[in-house]
């Protein structure tokens, strides 16, 4: 392990201050770093820990500019187009105007960050069941998770998934793949580890029964 960059985090405390990072320096990233993420990350589940995956490293900026491309010609199409009406509160987008702009940042500049990684699973290409993700994102939530215990941030992205053939031939995978989310690394310049905004617990909690909800102060129905 890389003692030397690494800042304890307790876990509970890593959890609730890991929100995604998009403004990221191009500051370069040590390869011993990049091994203790990944080493961590593939303590998580598979199913039958299988481990049907394989953890690709990108720095080549010709690779990284060639899918930036791409990514961003998605980001415009599928967000970019709503830009006036997302940022004046007009489009009610969940992803609301804050969001937003960080993520037209990073769709404009992923190909910045020093490193990317690109989780990818193995026989999978064809595959229907809508649980096929469940045995690669819990790894990909521990790389996260590691990343910022090295004050590294990081983002889980899709929006490189319409040019899949396109960067299947470019990284040379072998047809049975799948790449599972592009995750563009970096020391951030901006924002802070700060906690996720989500709906309430209480609200997203159902006991033994579909919306049978209790209070969590009281624990009462
Ligand atoms: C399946 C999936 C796809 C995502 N794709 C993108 C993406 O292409 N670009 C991006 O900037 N964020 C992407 N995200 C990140 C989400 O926007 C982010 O998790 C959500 O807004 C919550 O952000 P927060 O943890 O910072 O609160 C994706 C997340 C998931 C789970």
């Known amino acids: 392990m890389d003692k030397e960059h690494f800042e304890s985090v307790g876990l509970i405390d890593g959890l609730h201050s890991t929100p995604s990072r998009r403004y990221l320096s191009n500051k370069p990233i040590s390869d011993a ?7 961590a990350a593939i303590r998580g589940p598979s199913g039958g820990n299988k481990q049907s995956w394989v953890w690709m490293v990108i720095r ?3 690779t990284k500019t060639k899918i930036a491309h791409w990514y961003l010609e998605n980001w415009n199409k599928e967000y970019g187009v709503r830009r006036e009406e997302i940022l004046s509160g007009t489009d009610d987008d969940a992803l609301g105007p804050k969001n937003f702009l960080s993520a037209d940042h990073l769709a404009n500049h ?17 595959s229907q069941d809508p649980r096929t993700g469940s045995s690669i994102y819990g790894a990909v ?3 996260m998770l590691a990343a910022r215990a ?3 941030g ?3 992205t899709a929006l490189h998934s319409t040019n899949e053939t396109q960067i299947k031939s470019l990284l040379n995978l072998p047809d049975d793949t799948l790449t599972m989310a592009i995750i563009p690394l970096g020391y951030p310049v901006k924002g802070r580890w700060s906690q996720p905004k989500r709906k309430p617990v209480e609200e ?7 919306n049978v909800k209790r209070d969590r ?3 009462k129905l």
């Open 33 to 39: 770093i990049i091994w203790d993420i990944i080493d």
């Open 60 to 62: 080549d900026k010709n």
């Open 110 to 126: 992923i190909h910045d960050a020093p490193v990317w990684i690109i989780p990818i699973l193995r026989d999978v290409a064809g």
């Open 141 to 143: 939530q521990n790389l």
């Open 150 to 152: 090295y004050g590294i």
């Open 154 to 156: 990081s983002t889980l």
């Open 204 to 210: 997203v909690t159902y006991w033994e029964s579909w």
């Open 217 to 219: 102060a009281t624990h």
